[in-house]
C-alpha cells in the first residue's frame, strides 16, 4: 500500500509532523523530489529537528528511509545530517539512495549564486542550494547520477567535457573562476566514498516491498503552488510537488498510491516571491508570524521570516484538486485561538468579477482577496483528542474550510507533537 504526503499551498503546511506520525505504522518512506533547500520540522521524543533531505520517518527503528531517483542529492549535506542524528543519540537510520538519483554538484550552489547577484532586484528568491541549476543540467542531459561515481574513467571525460560549457558561462557571463576538472574528480570521489555504503535499486526494493504487504509512505516538499507546470510560475520550484509524481520519483507504478494526504495549514504561509493574495502585513502578520508554527514562521532551512495570510479557499481548493486529495490533513489550527474573528479567503477579485477558481499566473497578479470573517474560540486547544471536544466556534472553522474546498477533512492536527491529532469523519468522505 502506497500513500502520499504532499502540500495545497507553498509549502510548511506541516507534512514533516504528519509523515513522521504516519511514519509510526509504515515500513518505508520516500522523498520522491526536491533537494535540501526547503526543510520539514519534527518534534519528538529525542527533541526538535529540522530535517533537508532525510525523509521524516528516520526517527523510527523500523523504517527504511529512501531518496528516490527524482531528488537532487546533495552528497555533503546527507551525511552531514545523519550525522546531527547520531549526535543527539537518535540511531542510525536505515538509508536507501537510488543508484539514479542524481547529484548536486559544487558548481550548481555557485551557479544559483552567480545567478542571483546577476538578476539582483528581478531575482527568484533562491535558496541558492543549486536546484535550479541541477534540474537544468538534469533535463539538458548533463548531469550526474550515483551510478556514475563508481566508472571512474568514463567520469573523468565526462567532468572534462561540462567543465568546457560550464567555463565558458562562468568566463563570460559571470567573469568568475573557472572549473577544474581534476578538482572537480577528486570531490566526486570522496562523494563516492561518501554515499557508497548507501546505493541501491530503489525501484526494484520498493516493487518488492510494495508485493510483500508494505505500507510505502512518499513524502512531498513544498506544495501545489510551487508546482513548475501547476504553481506560480516562475515564481516555483525546478521539480513537481505532486503526488503523482511520486510514481516517476520513486519509481514505482501510479496505480499503487492508493491514498493521498493532503496537508493544508489553519492560516497560510509563503516563504519566496509570488502571488500570494489572501497575504497580511505590519502588525497582524508579525503576531500570527510569531504565534505561528511551533516558535514562531520562521524558514526550517534558511530561517527566513515567512509571509503571512489568511486560510485561502480558492487556492487550497485547487491545491487539493491538483494532488488528487483522499484526505485533508489540517495543521495548526491550535494557534489561531487568540483571535476575536478569523478572516478566510473565499474568493478572488480578478477584474471585477469574483472567482473560486485559480487563476492563471498572469491572471492571479491582479486578484484581490473577497475575505469572509468567521467567529474564533478564543481558548487553547491543545491537548483535545476528540473533535466533538473541540469549541463549536472550532468545529464551524474547520466545516466552513471543509465545505468551501470540497476534500474531506479526516485529520485536525492541534499541536506540533505527534500525539497531537484528531481522527474525524467526514461528511465528504468518499
Ligand atoms: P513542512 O515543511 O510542511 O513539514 O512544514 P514545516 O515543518 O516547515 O512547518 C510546520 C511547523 O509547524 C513546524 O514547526 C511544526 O513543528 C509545526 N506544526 C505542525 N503541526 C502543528 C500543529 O498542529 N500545531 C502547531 N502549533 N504547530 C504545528
Known amino acids: 500500500m502506497v500513500k502520499a504526503v504532499v502540500g495545497a499551498n507553498w509549502g510548511d ?16 518512506v520516500v522523498r520522491f523530489q526536491g533537494g535540501a533547500n526547503a526543510g520539514h520540522t519534527i518534534v519528538n521524543n529525542y527533541g526538535k529537528f529540522a530535517l533537508h533531505t532525510l525523509p521524516s520517518g528516520v526517527f523510527y527503528g523500523h523504517i527504511t528511509s529512501v531518496i528516490g531517483n527524482g531528488v537532487a542529492l546533495n552528497i555533503p549535506l546527507l551525511v552531514e545530517e545523519i550525522k546531527s542524528l547520531t549526535d ?40 541558492k542550494s543549486g536546484i535550479a541549476p541541477f534540474y537544468s543540467d538534469k533535463y539538458a542531459k ?15 571525460e565526462k567532468l572534462e567535457r561540462v567543465c568546457e560549457t560550464k567555463n565558458v558561462i562562468l568566463e563570460h557571463l559571470y567573469h568568475k573562476p573557472a572549473l577544474d576538472p581534476k578538482e572537480l ?32 509512505l512518499l513524502e512531498g516538499q513544498l506544495g501545489t503552488l510551487k508546482d513548475p507546470d501547476h504553481g506560480i510560475y516562475p515564481m516555483v520550484t525546478s521539480s513537481s510537488t505532486l503526488a503523482a509524481y511520486g510514481a516517476i520519483g520513486a519509481g514505482i507504478a501510479p496505480y499503487e498510491i492508493k491514498q493521498i494526504i493532503t496537508v493544508c ?32 514562521e520562521y524558514g526550517a532551512t534558511t530561517g527566513r521570516p515567512r509571509r503571512m495570510g489568511w486560510f485561502d479557499c480558492v487556492a487550497s481548493k485547487y491545491g487539493c484538486r491538483l494532488q488528487g486529495t483522499t484526505d485533508v490533513a489540517f ?30 499566473p498572469c491572471k492571479l497578479e491582479k486578484a484581490k ?20 471536544e473541540l469549541p463549536e466556534n472550532c468545529r464551524k472553522y474547520v466545516e466552513f474550510i471543509e465545505e468551501q474546498i470540497g476534500y474531506p477533512i479526516t485529520m485536525v492536527s492541534n499541536g506540533p507533537g505527534r500525539e497531537d491529532i484528531i481522527v474525524r469523519e467526514s461528511p465528504l468522505r468518499r
Open 13 to 28: 503546511e506541516g507534512k514533516g509532523k504528519i509523515t513522521d506520525m504516519l511514519a509510526e505504522k509504515a515500513d518505508i
Open 88 to 127: 543527539r543519540d537518535v540511531p542510525k537510520p536505515k538509508i536507501l539512495v537510488s543508484d539514479r538519483c542524481q547529484i548536486v554538484m559544487p558548481y550548481h550552489i555557485l551557479f544559483d549564486q552567480y545567478e542571483e547577484e546577476r538578476l539582483g532586484g528581478k531575482s527568484f528568491g533562491s535558496t
Open 142 to 156: 548533463i548531469g550526474f547520477q550515483v551510478s556514475e561515481l563508481f566508472d571512474e574513467e568514463a567520469l573523468r
Open 185 to 216: 574528480l577528486a570531490t566526486m570521489q570522496q562523494y563516492r566514498e561518501m554515499i557508497a555504503p548507501y546505493v541501491g535499486d530503489v525501484s526494484s526494493y520498493l516493487d518488492q516491498a510494495v508485493r510483500d504487504g508494505k505500507t510505502v
Open 265 to 296: 495549514k489553519a492560516y497560510s504561509s509563503a516563504v519566496g516571491a509570488g502571488a500570494f493574495v489572501s497575504e497580511i502585513f505590519g502588525d497582524e502578520a508579525d503576531e500570527l508570524r510569531r504565534r505561528g508554527g511551533d516558535g514562531g
Open 331 to 360: 495543521t495548526v489550527l491550535d494557534v489561531l485561538g487568540y483571535l476575536d474573528e478569523i478572516p478566510v479567503c473565499v474568493g478572488y477579485e480578478v477584474d471585477g468579477q469574483v472567482t473560486t477558481e485559480f487563476p492563471v
Open 369 to 388: 482577496p473577497v475575505l469572509k470573517n468567521l467567529p474564533g474560540w478564543k481558548c487553547e486547544i491543545r491537548g483535545i483528542r476528540k473533535y466533538e
